[in-house]
């Protein structure tokens, strides 16, 4: 059985920093890419970042670049969302997900991703 579970969310000032985890069971991992993605509170889920399966590529959305970085170690089976510089507009359900896919035109696209875990709320005040 495939799980992914994510950890570390919670409450935040803007300014601050959070490291989010991602544990994976159940599957390959390190054949595995990964995505990080968000969903604010009435909003659509959105991309937030990608790691390719060794760890050496990555992705991430205009507005996280330079802010987030996400890693992953294979030999724990983990993947890492570091975000500094949080904003408010940050906050959202963080969740991460896994593709065996390649793809030749990003990672954006949640349709890639077979398996998500339940996510992760982070809260960034004021």
């Known amino acids: 059985q495939v799980q992914l579970v994510e950890s570390g969310g919670g409450l ?7 490291r ?10 390190s054949a ?21 399966w060794s760890g050496r590529n990555t992705e991430y959305a205009g507005s996280m670049e330079g802010r987030f970085t996400i890693s992953r170690n294979n030999t724990d089976n983990m993947v890492y969302l570091q975000m500094n510089s949080l904003k408010p507009e940050d ?19 949640e349709t890639l991703y077979g398996y998500w875990g339940q996510g992760t709320q982070v809260i960034v005040s004021s």
């Open 91 to 109: 906050t959202a359900v963080y969740f991460c997900a896994a593709t065996i896919y390649t793809s030749s035109i990003g990672y954006s696209a």
């Open 12 to 18: 935040v000032q803007a300014g601050a920093s959070l």
């Open 32 to 52: 595995y890419n990964m995505g990080w993605f968000r969903q604010a509170s009435g909003k659509e889920r959105e991309f937030v970042g990608f790691i390719d």
């Open 20 to 29: 989010l985890s991602c544990s994976v069971s159940g599957l390959t991992f």
